[in-house]
């Protein structure tokens, strides 16, 4: 059974940085997309990163490129997002995603429904 667990989420002033964790367990394949999502109060769930796990440059959203790098360090079966410069409009619930099956393309990456496994989530607030 997959699992994920985030962690590294906290408070932080504007320009300063974080850097979340996310163990996932349980794949029993070697092919899968790994992704981080933020969600505001108020506003639609966003696809922050994303990276394959066979390689290949990772994707982000427009409001985080230059900022965010999202990366994996296999030997931990651990997910992370390094955030730097945050930004109080970067204050939302992050969360890793998963999809364990099919091709992802790059039009669709952000969009949650196709992801099958989620964690619970960390909360990130940037004050100014």
């Known amino acids: 059974q997959v699992r994920m667990v985030e962690s590294g989420g906290g408070s932080v002033q504007s320009g300063g940085s974080l850097r979340l964790s996310c163990a996932a367990s349980?794949?029993?394949?070697?092919?899968?997309?790994l992704a981080w999502f933020r969600q505001a109060p108020g506003k639609e769930r966003e696809g922050v990163a994303v990276?394959?796990?066979?390689?290949?440059?990772?994707s982000y959203a427009d409001s985080v490129k230059g900022r965010f790098t999202i990366s994996q360090d296999n030997a931990k079966n651990t997910l992370y997002l390094q955030m730097n410069s945050l930004k109080p409009e970067d204050t939302a619930m992050y969360s890793c995603?998963?999809?364990?099956?099919?091709?992802?393309?790059?039009?669709?990456?952000?969009?949650?429904?196709?992801?099958?496994?989620w964690g619970q989530g960390t909360q990130v607030t940037v004050s100014s």
């Open positions: 349980g794949f029993t394949g070697s092919s899968y997309y």
């Open positions: 995603a998963a999809r364990t099956s099919g091709t992802l393309y790059a039009y669709e990456w952000a969009r949650a429904q196709k992801y099958n496994y």
């Open positions: 990276l394959w796990s066979g390689g290949g440059s990772p």
